[in-house]
């Protein structure tokens, strides 16, 4: 049976993005598509560190500065040399075609129109090409679970740098799935072709469920991984799940270009700190010597001031994005960021930080 699914194109008007979640649900359970909203949404077991990774911004306040003459703020700033207009990027996130027709294509529009970075999941129900082409050269990321097959891993990272990849992001928090009981209950299986397994795999994912999917992936990652990959493809790496400062001085050690701290959205390791609690340790020992990006949790422009202010330098979104691709493609993803962007901007100005670098040396109490 076809998979029908949304196919809206306009911006969407945004109060806040937590009030996304529910209208978003309400569409797709009335399409038929309540499983696979499950999917979008859910999180492991009891959902604790799903809450966490949000209400720990609440431990932290921001100490606002005054009488700085400050008129505006800048939102400008880069990573390995790409400007980027917003410090705001979208997270891996695969199967984007259970959100709307055009999937990938339209998320990966919708942050060129916003100057900020794409990055396709090595799961997307577009291609590596397909998700380029859509774009005239703004930047991408491609993100890579590691197959036990080195042959389809290199494959799978030369489709990537043909299709002209600024960066690589090696999850490695995901060697199987977590145990996601909205999946369970919905017996959850992918209705779409996973279309960067396609050409190569015994499977492109349809009618499988995630522990299915990740069962080919490579459960035994291993440092080395890293500069196997960076051998692969001459690109900059970024280890994507990273929780403790050990991972990411070790993972630094062994060549890792940027370490992205992460939980997953909570969807993997319930029981684990809120991402944002662990970060301060893990930019204390990095030193500013690789790019820090950050997710999980981030839900406004306070969050992502929060998290810049930690030690962050990038600060990724995963699940409000998908409810603005959702809501309205393209422009809806747009609609998305443009709205953290107006948070952050407000926030920015009534703390006394002008610009990006500002707002790193803000203090949080
Ligand atoms: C993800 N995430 C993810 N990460 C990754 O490296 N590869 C992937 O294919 C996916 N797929 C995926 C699917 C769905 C539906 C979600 C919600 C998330 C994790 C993602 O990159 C990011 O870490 C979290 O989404 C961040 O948390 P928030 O912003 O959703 O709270």
Do not use: C
Not at 93 to 122: P, R
Not at 123 to 136: F, P, Q
Not at 182 to 189: A, N, P, W
């Amino acid at each position: 049976m076809t998979y029908l699914t949304s196919t809206d194109e306009h911006a969407v008007e945004i109060v806040n993005l937590k009030s996304l979640e529910a209208l978003v649900k309400e569409r797709m359970v009335a399409q038929g598509n309540r499983g696979a909203f499950g999917y979008l949404r859910g999180a492991a077991e009891d959902e604790w560190t799903l809450r966490e990774n949000t209400e720990s911004f609440n431990r932290k306040t921001i100490v606002p500065r005054v009488l700085r003459g400050i008129d505006s703020a800048d939102l400008s700033t880069s990573i390995f040399g790409i400007p980027l207009k917003t410090p705001i990027i979208q997270a891996p996130v695969a199967a984007q075609g259970l959100a709307h027709m055009e999937g990938e294509v339209d998320t990966a529009k919708g942050m060129e129109k916003v100057g900020s970075l794409f990055s396709i999941s090595t799961y997307g129900s577009t291609t590596v090409e397909e998700a380029a082409e859509a774009v005239n050269g703004a930047p991408q990321f491609f993100q890579l679970y590691m197959s036990k097959d080195d042959e389809f891993n290199q494959y799978l990272l030369n489709k990537a740098v043909k299709a002209g990849v600024k960066a690589i992001i090696l999850t490695a928090d995901s060697t199987l799935g977590g145990y996601r009981e909205e999946d369970v209950v919905s017996k959850f299986q992918f209705p779409i072709p996973m279309k960067n397994l396609e050409s190569y795999s015994v499977t492109d994912g349809v009618g499988k469920g995630i522990f299915e999917i990740f069962g080919a992936a490579k459960q035994g990652l291993v440092l080395d991984d890293i500069q196997k990959i960076k051998n692969w493809t001459n690109l900059p790496v970024l280890v994507k799940g990273i929780q403790s400062p050990i991972d990411a001085l070790e993972a630094i050690t062994a060549g890792a270009d940027g370490i992205w701290v992460s939980n997953h959205g909570g969807r993997q390791l319930d029981g684990g700190p809120a991402s944002f609690d662990v970060l301060p340790a893990i930019a204390a020992v990095v030193k500013k010597r690789v790019p820090i990006v950050f997710d999980s949790g981030v839900r406004r422009g306070e969050h992502v001031f929060k998290a810049l202010a930690s030690g962050a330098d990038l600060v990724a979104i995963g699940r409000p994005i998908i409810w603005g691709l959702n809501l309205g493609g393209a422009d809806g993803v747009a609609s998305v960021v443009e709205h953290l962007n107006h948070e952050l901007s407000i926030t920015m100005q009534l703390a006394g930080a002008k610009d990006i670098e500002s707002v790193k040396t803000t203090e949080l109490l």
